[in-house]
């Protein structure tokens, strides 16, 4: 699968089937977040994969969308690293997100093409995460997302009514016009 096609079938996953995520399949997804773009090549990014079931169920407690979670077959959660990437974005606010999103959507669509399914959960309690993984000072979690073979028939093909936004509405040449 090319990337556009990655791109064009990615859904986020909401049921997972119970089988093991192959080892190999795990590298690959990971490999391709560690390849993903970053400020200077900072790479302010570090990835802890979680598949011991305990540990699972008390990550899936510090979000409300634990079931999720909690019945994925591994969850892997990316941090940011605060010391990694001194660089703001505008002046004003730090470039550690944005450059941790750019891996994690570099993971999401190598899931997609490895024949996984990913969901991107931003709704978590910081703490609780940090406590969970044995988190130091500094490292933030930017991302929980559970990762797992799809139940067959979760997710819905996208249509043209998909709910998206014209070409027309979001892309503008020369200046800012809305």
Same mark, same amino acid.
């Given at each position: 699968?090319?990337?556009?096609?990655?791109?064009?079938?990615?859904?986020?996953?909401?049921?997972?089937?119970?089988?093991?995520?192959?080892?190999?399949?795990?590298?690959?997804?990971?490999?391709?977040?560690?390849?993903?773009?970053?400020?200077?090549?900072?790479?302010p990014?570090?990835?802890?994969?979680?598949?011991?079931?305990?540990?699972?169920?008390?990550?899936?407690?510090?979000?409300?969308?634990?079931?999720?979670?909690?019945?994925?077959?591994?969850?892997?959660?990316?941090?940011?690293?605060? #010391?990694?990437?001194?660089?703001?974005?505008?002046?004003?606010?730090?470039a550690?997100?944005?450059?941790?999103?750019?891996?994690?959507?570099?993971?999401?669509?190598?899931?997609?093409? #490895?024949?996984?399914?990913?969901?991107?959960?931003? #709704?978590?309690?910081?703490?609780?995460?940090?406590?969970?993984?044995?988190?130091?000072?500094?490292?933030?979690?930017?991302?929980?997302?559970?990762?797992?073979?799809?139940? #067959?028939?979760?997710?819905?093909?996208?249509?043209?009514?998909?709910?998206?936004?014209?070409?027309?509405?979001?892309?503008a040449?020369?200046?800012?016009?809305?």
């Amino acid at each position: 699968m090319d990337v556009l096609d990655a791109i064009r079938s990615f859904r986020p996953c909401t049921q997972y089937n119970s089988r093991p995520v192959p080892p190999e399949k795990l590298k690959a997804v990971l490999a391709a977040a560690r390849l993903a773009p970053s400020q200077q090549n900072l790479q302010p990014w570090r990835f802890v994969v979680v598949q011991d079931d305990e540990r699972k169920r008390l990550l899936a407690q510090a979000s409300n969308r634990g079931k999720l979670i909690a019945e994925a077959p591994a969850v892997i959660v990316a941090f940011a690293v605060e #010391e990694d990437i001194p660089i703001t974005i505008g002046g004003y606010i730090s470039a550690y997100p944005l450059d941790v999103a750019v891996a994690v959507a570099h993971l999401q669509l190598a899931a997609t093409a #490895e024949g996984l399914g990913t969901n991107w959960i931003i #709704e978590f309690n910081d703490e609780k995460v940090r406590s969970v993984l044995h988190v130091p000072e500094g490292i933030h979690p930017i991302a929980v997302i559970p990762i797992g073979f799809p139940l #067959e028939g979760n997710g819905a093909a996208r249509s043209n009514g998909d709910g998206r936004k014209s070409p027309d509405e979001i892309i503008a040449y020369n200046d800012y016009p809305w």
